[in-house]
């Protein structure tokens, strides 16, 4: 069975068990925060400081039952750490950051909100989106793929855990997919 989600259109790793015993072992494991999940995903704009913990309660949103929003006092304890692997910021192209998080909680649409809630929705994220102003002098092809994107920039790069019956610890990573790599090998061709 299914051990834990991640979002529609969301790439990357997943875990599922092929029986009930693994699935409770695993499914403790998530219960007590235990697994190691890192994601990749780019985001408008840059985040101060460049690395750092994002802690919050994640709620249902009072406004659309199908988004999740931060909140002061009620839900569930969310916990991100991220880091900042690359910044583009030249004339070409507006400010984009690529950065890694690392979840100590795995909420619904943790990483989309709480980038949201910073101020630095992901690129491709239409549910949790910013109004952007029209962008100027950008690159036309670089344009025509950040709008064509059909995604969220958002990848489930590195999945670890203890193995249910082994008892070792077993790290996954997986790549990104093309058409996010297309968009960041562009973006760092305009830093030239």
């Known amino acids: 069975?299914?051990?834990?989600?991640?979002?529609?259109?969301?790439?990357?790793?997943?875990?599922?068990?092929?029986?009930?015993?693994?699935?409770?072992?695993?499914?403790?494991?998530?219960?007590?925060?235990?697994?190691?999940?890192?994601?990749?995903?780019?985001?408008?704009?840059?985040?101060?400081?460049?690395?750092?913990?994002?802690?919050?309660?994640?709620?249902?949103?009072?406004?659309?039952?199908?988004?999740?929003?931060?909140?002061?006092?009620?839900?569930?304890?969310?916990?991100?750490?991220?880091?900042?692997?690359?910044?583009?910021?030249?004339?070409?192209?507006?400010?984009?950051?690529?950065?890694?998080?690392?979840?100590?909680t795995g909420r619904t649409h943790q990483i989309r909100v709480h980038m949201n809630y910073l101020g630095n929705s992901i690129v491709g994220d239409d549910k949790y989106k910013k109004k952007f102003k029209k962008i100027k002098n950008i690159d036309p092809v670089l344009e025509k793929n950040l709008t064509n994107l059909s995604r969220q920039f958002l990848h489930a790069k590195?999945?670890?855990?203890?193995?249910p019956t082994k008892n070792k610890e077993m790290i996954f990573n997986s790549i990104l997919p093309q058409e996010l790599e297309i968009l960041l090998k562009m973006l760092r061709n305009t830093e030239k």
């Open 158 to 163: 590195t999945l670890g855990f203890i193995h």
């Open 1 to 104: 069975g299914i051990v834990h989600r991640i979002d529609k259109d969301t790439s990357g790793l997943i875990v599922i068990a092929k029986n009930n015993s693994t699935h409770e072992k695993l499914s403790i494991q998530f219960s007590e925060h235990t697994i190691t999940r890192v994601y990749q995903t780019l985001i408008w704009g840059k985040l101060r400081p460049q690395k750092g913990t994002i802690e919050t309660f994640i709620t249902r949103s009072s406004k659309n039952r199908q988004m999740m929003e931060v909140s002061s006092s009620k839900g569930k304890k969310a916990i991100t750490h991220y880091e900042t692997l690359e910044v583009f910021e030249n004339d070409k192209v507006p400010t984009f950051s690529f950065i890694q998080c690392k979840l100590e």
